[in-house]
RNA sequence: GCGGACGUGGCGAAAUGGUAGACGCAGCAGACUUAAAAUCUGCUCCUCAGCCGAGGGUGCGGGUUCGAGUCCCACCGUCCGCACCA
């Protein structure tokens, strides 16, 4: 019995592949195009198994499109720029530049080796000045425009490392290097107006109807819409007024305080001229931006000793205060606090002794009774009272009256906020894009003249120090100023590396392209029709990139506002996790069985086994790709990855798991190679009388047919595979001795063709070789794909269930379509029907046709 | 706290409101083999029953329906996202 040759094999058809070059294309106008792309990777190092989930997935969609005849254009790169190369810098003294460009060796290699069909004569790294000299431009038209400026903001700073830090980056209120508690600080940095477009972002979120739901939602809670009212409380007894904004314009009457976020420039101004407040303040900011430190920071506040004037009534007055809980980058940065219809407030004001007046009467409870005691009353429902000319209305009627009453006083205007916030795009790094801007002395930012891009990166930098290299590196920054020909500074910041991630969707429809892209051929190409990814980019990569298609469209460079018109977000890659008796984390290829059968580690004692969680370097429960490909091939490993879960939900790797993938691997190219009977030379005809169990079988076959593509088309890979294998199931339950007769083996031909064809998409090398010892022609990889025959797929006899009061009494063999009386009849003569019945009529019979009879005795 | 998803055999899972457990993993028994591997065949939701069969079963409790894993209500649990957002 011979074995699959995968080593052989997958060589010999990725080389013809390449050869034929057969994935790349070009733009066909009068083609159906298809573009189907996979998030492109950061180049970190070596692919483990979990990386390459979403790429098969990619591949199945892409090779599946082909054969129904789509153009389809899908391509690969790099999103080289980011910290982990830094990283390595510092703990190898390996250069970004070589450790990048080697991991892109290693990387590219690996995914050569798994078959994708890639168009590799677009491939693009984002670290290449022919990639990001566009995005320096497209900077400075964003500037021209008005989608990009400069501005002072409060910042997550780590003092050891002397840089900012993303969100992200901050762990435990910490820099997740250096452990220094980060802190809050005011700096100028460069951003983009995204929030020029935050109605469309949000509208046009519904006609995503290709996106999964849950991505939608997210993207709609990021932008965070709230409908409210800026109320103007002026100061008594100084010029000043404060700014606050609020949702709950109808709890006016119960306020009781005013504050102020520490960072609120009267804050700061009240703080030159008090120390008590300064050290206040400076405390605030450097409490850590942890959701762990936020959630136990008790709410504290700061008495300025002035008083706020109430909007509605001048005689009321109430104290201004200072407060942790207020965040300068929400609203105005300033709250009115209404204790008794919110539970922050609430606390402050317990805590400050501040009155709780409540303005909300519930329904149905009692004026003179109601108080307030622990808990808020925050449902929008009940009627107003204590609330002079609000009273008795319902609260949507008094947020609208005390909206129109804050107009007409002057005191404030109705108004809609947004949680987005405007990109901050400066990062203190070398590895990223250099910021085309030079500061001079004289004639403040001026842009790098386009005909001196490429900003470039310089070579010759130094990690030592702390900070960012740039910034310390002898000559780079200095430069002559373009406007005044006097002594300048480059920018020495680089561009987020969500910058480059943006818009590599559409470098790819023209990649060597030397413009940005070519005009014509993204109208060709966009959008991007199924797009594959980790739920984890559902808000920030997705919201930028759908952000910067309109900034570059409103600068000219395109015409389109979507990029992504389908997304997919398939799930993660698990693994169980080990630890040795001394608590290190142990690679699963370290773990073996002793004679006992227990789990031993190198150390031979017992091993602790952890919960399973995704495939993560850090608690080692990897699996390497090429430890995999070189023990199973690249179509075995590509089947397990589609075939035990749902693709949108994780996946856990076994061993046995891919032991499965393989056995069926040689099942099927033992069917091919070894048919159960002689085959006919190809493009026999099936004729004439079938045997029923052949015809049984021609007509699965037609079922499968229809049931596969159904399943490819709604991204259901998993029952794909069960499909496939039921096919190969019905193929093998035929006895040889009928098979070999009659029309027999043309119809197992055309059966062995057709599962030839279905795994080709999930499998490539393997269908290529099999398709071969089937004596065909040409290459699966150029083939249409097969078509169910409705006729065929019919079932003629089908399988009736009984029901006597809705339990299963019995089952009724029948012909398709059969007449209901009959059916009833024949349901009704069932002996364990009888029994059941005991004599009685039936007082009712349900007939779902080709499905059930239902009897209620 | 807010928003969302999910809960089915020993395990991964499948099931337009219509025979729950397809397909696979694991396990058990058998065939082939000197033996092993590979391969093939059969069995495997639970309880009672020798067999025929009967009863129960999709996190828990109700409801709608001839019929509910699927729809509705309430609860429990797990996971994910956001979060001092005014």
């Given at each position: 019995m011979s074995r699959y040759n995968f080593r052989e094999t997958e060589e010999k058809w990725q080389r013809v592949w390449r050869e034929r070059r057969l994935f790349e294309v070009s733009t066909k106008p009068t083609t159906r195009k298809y573009y189907v792309l996979e998030m492109f990777p950061y180049p970190s190092g070596k692919l483990h198994v979990g990386h390459v989930r979403n790429y098969t997935m990619g591949d199945l969609v892409a090779r599946y499109r082909?054969?129904?005849?789509?153009?389809?254009?899908?391509?690969?790169?790099?999103?080289?720029?980011?910290?982990?190369?830094?990283n390595a810098a510092m703990a190898e003294k390996v250069h970004p530049a070589a450790w990048t460009r080697e991991n892109i060796a290693t990387m590219r290699a690996q995914l050569q080796r798994m078959g994708f069909a890639?168009?590799?004569?677009?491939?693009?790294?984002?670290?290449?000045?022919?990639?990001?000299?566009?995005?320096?431009?497209?900077?400075?038209?964003?500037?021209?425009?008005?989608l990009a400026y400069r501005k002072e903001a409060w910042v997550n700073w780590d003092p050891v490392e002397n840089t900012v830090l993303a969100n992200e980056q901050v762990i435990d209120g910490r820099g997740w290097r250096s452990g220094a508690i980060v802190e809050k600080r005011l700096l100028s940095q460069w951003f983009l107006r995204i929030t020029a477009f935050t109605d469309e972002l949000l509208e046009a979120i519904q006609r995503l109807d290709r996106w999964p739901e849950r991505v939608r939602l997210m993207q709609e809670n990021w932008i965070g819409r709230s409908e409210g009212a800026r109320v103007v409380f002026e100061l008594a007894g100084r010029d000043e007024r404060v700014e606050v904004f609020t949702t709950r314009q109808d709890t006016l009457f119960g306020a009781s305080f005013v504050a102020l976020s520490p960072n609120h420039p009267l804050a700061q101004k009240l703080a030159a001229t008090d120390p008590g407040l300064a050290a206040f303040i400076g405390?605030?900011?450097?409490?850590?931006?942890?959701?762990?430190?936020?959630?136990?920071?008790?709410?504290?506040?700061?008495?300025?000793g002035l008083e706020a004037i109430h909007p509605f009534d001048r005689q009321r007055r109430v104290p201004l205060y200072v407060a942790n809980f207020v965040l300068m980058e929400y609203g105005t940065g300033a709250i009115f606090g209404c204790p008794a219809h919110d539970q922050r407030d609430l606390e402050f004001a317990r805590k400050y002794g501040l009155p709780v007046i409540p303005v909300v009467l519930p329904p149905g409870a009692d004026p003179a009774g109601f108080a307030i005691g622990d808990e808020a009353y925050v449902e929008q429902d009940g009627t107003l009272f204590n609330s002079s000319f609000l009273d008795g209305l319902t609260v949507a009627g008094a947020k609208r009256a005390a909206g129109?009453?804050?107009?007409?006083?002057?005191?404030?205007?109705?108004?809609?906020?947004?949680?987005?916030?405007?990109?901050?795009?400066?990062?203190?790094?070398?590895?990223?894009?250099?910021i085309p801007i030079i500061h001079c002395p004289v004639c403040g930012i001026v842009p790098v003249p386009e005909h001196d891009l490429p900003v470039t990166l310089p070579e010759d930098v130094s990690f030592d120090k702390p900070g960012n290299p740039l910034a310390h590196h002898p000559s780079w920054k200095h430069v002559r100023c373009p406007q005044c020909g006097g002594g300048a500074e480059r920018e020495t910041d680089t561009f987020d590396t969500f910058f480059e991630s943006s818009w590599y969707f559409l470098r790819f429809c023209s990649a060597r392209d030397s413009h940005a892209f070519d005009r014509e051929a993204v109208a060709y190409w966009m959008p991007v029709d199924q797009y594959i990814g980790g739920v984890e980019h559902a808000v920030l990569h997705l919201l930028y990139s759908r952000f910067f298609t309109r900034a570059l469209s409103r600068c000219g460079y395109l015409d389109l506002d979507e990029p992504f018109a389908g997304l997919f977000t398939q799930g993660m890659v698990c693994h169980q996790t080990y630890r040795s008796a001394a608590g290190e984390w142990l690679f699963p290829e370290e773990v073996e069985r002793d004679d006992s059968g227990r789990l031993i580690g190198p150390d031979r004692r017992p091993v602790v086994t952890g919960r399973t969680e995704k495939m993560s370097k850090s608690k080692k429960n990897v699996v390497?790709?090429?430890?995999?490909?070189?023990?199973?091939?690249?179509?075995?490993?590509?089947?397990?990855?589609?075939?035990?879960?749902?693709?949108?939900?994780?996946?856990?790797?076994?061993?046995?798991g891919i032991e499965g993938a393989w056995r069926y691997v040689n099942r099927l190219w033992r069917m091919v190679s070894e048919p159960a009977v002689a085959l006919p030379p190809p493009g026999a005809v099936v004729t004439g009388e079938l045997a029923p169990e052949v015809d049984m079988l021609r007509r699965v076959m037609h079922r499968t047919v229809a049931a596969v593509g159904d399943d490819l088309d709604k991204f259901r890979f998993n029952r794909a595979v069960a499909r496939i294998r039921e096919l190969t199931n019905a193929i093998e339950?035929?006895?040889?001795?009928?098979?070999?007769?009659?029309?027999?083996?043309?119809?197992?031909?055309?059966?062995?063709?057709?599962?030839?064809?279905?795994?080709?998409?999930?499998?490539?090398?393997?269908?290529e070789e099999m398709w071969q010892v089937l004596g065909r022609e040409g290459l699966v990889a150029e083939q249409a794909w097969p078509v169910a025959d409705p006729e065929l797929a019919r079932q003629e006899q089908v399988t009736i269930a009984v029901q006597v009061n809705g339990k299963l009494r019995g089952t009724l063999e029948c012909p398709r379509d059969a007449e209901q009386s009959m059916v009833e009849t024949a349901a009704l003569q069932l002996p364990q029907v009888l029994r059941w019945l005991e004599g009685r009529p039936p007082r009712k019979v349900i007939v779902v046709p080709n499905r059930i009879v239902s009897i209620v005795a």
């Open positions: 082909r054969a129904q005849g789509f153009n389809v254009l899908h391509p690969m790169g790099w999103d080289a720029f980011g910290l982990p190369a830094e890639y168009d590799w004569s677009r491939e693009i790294a984002t670290c290449h000045p022919e990639y990001y000299r566009h995005e320096q431009k497209m900077f400075l038209d964003f500037l021209a425009n008005g405390e605030c900011n450097r409490m850590g931006t942890s959701e762990a430190v936020i959630e136990t920071a008790e709410k504290r506040g700061y008495a300025t129109e009453r804050l107009e007409a006083l002057g005191q404030g205007q109705r108004t809609t906020v947004f949680r987005l916030r405007d990109w901050g795009v400066s990062r203190q790094r070398y590895w990223g894009c250099p390497g790709l090429d430890a995999i490909v070189d023990t199973y091939g690249a179509d075995t490993a590509r089947l397990y990855l589609l075939s035990d879960s749902p693709p949108e939900r994780d996946l856990e790797w076994t061993e046995t339950e035929v006895p040889p001795a009928v098979l070999g007769t009659g029309a027999g083996p043309a119809v197992l031909r055309e059966a062995l063709e057709t599962v030839t064809l279905l795994v080709g998409p999930m499998m490539p090398h393997l269908a």
